[in-house]
């Protein structure tokens, strides 16, 4: 059985290096349509409720939005989606809140996921998207992730033109957030 486990953590961490790579090469294709982020986020949202649930976590908006259409790769912004909610929930306090809220501004849809985890010293911020950078510098693999999984989603918020951020106060959260161009058309 850890076998098993060390077996798939491998194929995972292979799979995350060969996407990085023909990231950072521009040879991975994004398929750029409208669709509306509200609907993704409630997706991912479904996908990741068991996780959630075994800490007590909430996944919530921060109020009630109508459709916001973007354009975008749908299935490489949901692997964003994916990555930054369960960090929220992994990081996140045991009956804690992770929260997403959208802001829209001229022709940019800014996305912004929050939790009310340990939060991120400052000190870290700067290296947070890079490569294999974990904060956390325990030896046991089994906490935390490969420290690939940032630097995924920034070549994939920067393949679509735009940017991703984070803020963070320790003992009170993390905010990452990431923009995207507003959907003329749905």
Do not use: W
Not at 54 to 71: C, P
Not at 84 to 89: G, R, V
Not at 106 to 123: C, F, P
């Amino acid at each position: 059985e850890r076998a098993s486990r060390a077996t798939d953590r491998m194929v995972n961490i292979i799979e995350d290096l060969d996407q990085i790579t023909k990231l950072e090469v521009d040879a991975l294709k994004l398929e750029m349509r409208p669709f509306d982020i509200q609907d993704l986020v409630k997706e991912v949202f479904d996908s990741l409720e068991l996780m959630a649930k075994e800490k007590n976590i909430r996944l919530s908006f921060a109020k009630e939005y109508g459709a916001i259409f973007v354009i975008g790769d749908r299935s490489k912004i949901s692997q964003v989606l994916i990555n930054l909610l369960s960090n929220s929930i992994f990081y996140g306090k045991i009956g804690g809140n992770s929260l997403v809220r959208f802001y829209i501004m001229d022709d940019i849809v800014t996305i912004e996921v929050s939790d009310d985890g340990s939060g991120i010293e400052e000190k870290h911020l700067p290296r947070l998207f890079e490569r294999f950078y974990r904060v956390e510098k325990s030896r046991n693999r089994n906490e935390g992730g490969s420290g690939l999984g940032l630097a995924i989603c920034k070549h994939i918020i920067e393949s679509h033109g735009q940017t991703i951020s984070v803020r963070s106060t320790v003992g009170i959260g993390s905010t990452f957030a990431f923009s995207l161009d507003k959907s003329r058309s749905q």
